[in-house]
């Protein structure tokens, strides 16, 4: 099992450009989430998905959108970026809901000028 | 609504002495699931453990351990005897059953120094 995967694993982008992360899972797992990381802030829940078809917003989802077409599957897409969306960001999943243990994917170091 | 804190930003210590680490949590729910992850400095962020609100046995686990005090709202962390590996970030979250998210402190980053 490769786990949860993540690409890119750096991104530089200029201010207004849109772009889409991507995450993916082999575990069949049904939960899927989307974290970023700024320093001093943990870590920050965006979006995350109970399974195929379903998504919600976490508590910071604002300039973010996703998806969840397949059970492997959570892109994270953001839609015009802006410096305040430079972070790390991470995609998390687990067999049943948050309260089950998640499993993280390497993350996707985001800069935005 | 869940919180979590982490009263230690940063902890520095000389190799074999223990760490402690606090995190003291709130909710409103009965069930509820806690967890310490470990952020090395390589950034991948580690799975330590899981505790549910209705098993408050302390856990040892090789040169880590856990003590859970619902008493208090606490979840606190020891590493004992400490090696330059365990240099890291570490965080406590908290899951409420009711809620499908996952709530982190802010972390604790700890600097083991030979």
């Known amino acids: 099992n490769a786990g949860v995967t993540q690409t890119p694993k750096f991104q530089v982008l200029k201010t207004g450009q849109s772009m889409t992360l991507q995450c993916a899972q082999d575990?069949?797992?049904?939960?899927m989430s989307w974290y970023r990381q700024d320093p001093g802030m943990g870590l920050r829940l965006i979006h995350y998905s109970v399974g195929a078809g379903i998504t919600d917003q976490g508590e910071v989802p604002n300039g973010y959108n996703v998806s969840r077409s397949t059970t492997e599957d959570f892109p994270l897409r953001l839609l015009s970026a802006a410096p305040s969306q430079t972070s790390v960001y991470f995609c998390?999943?687990?067999?049943?809901?948050?309260?089950?243990?998640?499993?993280f994917g390497p993350g996707t170091r985001l800069t935005v000028l | 609504a869940q919180k979590v804190t982490q009263a230690q930003t940063e902890i520095s210590v000389v190799e074999k002495e223990d760490v402690t680490l606090d995190c003291v949590y709130e909710t409103r729910d009965t069930t509820y699931y806690l967890f310490w992850y470990k952020q090395p400095p390589s950034g991948e962020l580690v799975f330590l453990i899981r505790?549910?609100?209705?098993?408050?046995q302390n856990e040892i686990s090789g040169r880590y351990s856990w003590n859970f005090q619902k008493s208090t709202s606490s979840f606190n962390f020891t590493i004992t005897a400490s090696q330059v590996v365990d240099s890291a970030v570490y965080f406590c979250?908290?899951?409420?059953?009711?809620?499908?998210?996952?709530?982190f402190g802010a972390g604790t980053t700890v600097t083991v120094r030979a």
């Open positions: 998390a999943s687990s067999l049943a809901g948050a309260s089950d243990t998640q499993y």
């Open positions: 575990m069949n797992h049904e939960y």
């Open positions: 979250a908290l899951s409420s059953v009711s809620d499908y998210k996952l709530s």
């Open positions: 505790r549910n609100s209705f098993d408050e």
